[in-house]
């Protein structure tokens, strides 16, 4: 008989988290007795808040979600699903471009860490086109997200914008 999993890792940069990324979570939640959201802490890519601000951001996006938690997290995420006793990461898929890049990334993590499964769950309909990228662009432009982020984090994101451009 296979060994279930009961603590899935869905790692990201969520910067900022996005009404997509909250309801993967929240899907996985579902799925296993625990999810936690890993922040990755410094990837190659200038960010717009920093790893206690995302944290923050995303905990309270999900904090109706007793089975997830919110922590960061360095180096590879298939180390990071280790260190917590973690068999599966979690990933969200929007678009066919999101395919080929996640699936990808799967096959190195199972070159590293065989023993860890990649779950590739479908974003919802209203949110396949959601991304933090675009999120962060439309704002910048002075365009209304309130449908594409939780609202505090769309407060946060227009008060840091605000900062930035005075």
């Known amino acids: 008989m296979a060994s279930q999993i009961h603590r899935a890792v869905f790692p990201g940069t969520f910067d900022p988290a996005t009404n997509g990324h ?12 625990e999810v936690v959201i890993g922040v990755y802490e410094s990837p190659p890519k200038t960010l717009l808040f920093n790893t206690e601000e995302r944290i923050e951001l995303f905990a309270e996006a999900v904090s109706g979600t007793a089975n997830i938690r919110v922590m960061p997290f360095s180096g590879l995420a298939v180390q990071f699903a280790e260190s917590i006793d973690s068999g599966v990461l979690v990933r969200g898929l929007r678009i066919g471009l999101d395919f080929e890049h996640e699936r990808e990334m799967a096959l190195v993590w199972r070159k590293l860490a065989p023993e ?20 962060k662009e439309i704002a910048s432009l002075g365009a209304d997200v309130s449908s594409f982020v939780p609202a505090h984090v769309e407060k946060a994101l227009l008060e840091r914008l605000a900062q930035a451009n005075s």
């Open 22 to 33: 909250v309801d993967v979570a929240v899907r996985a939640a579902h799925l296993f007795d």
């Open 116 to 135: 860890i499964e990649v779950v590739m769950l479908i974003s919802s309909l209203v949110n396949q086109y959601v991304s933090s990228t675009r999120v």
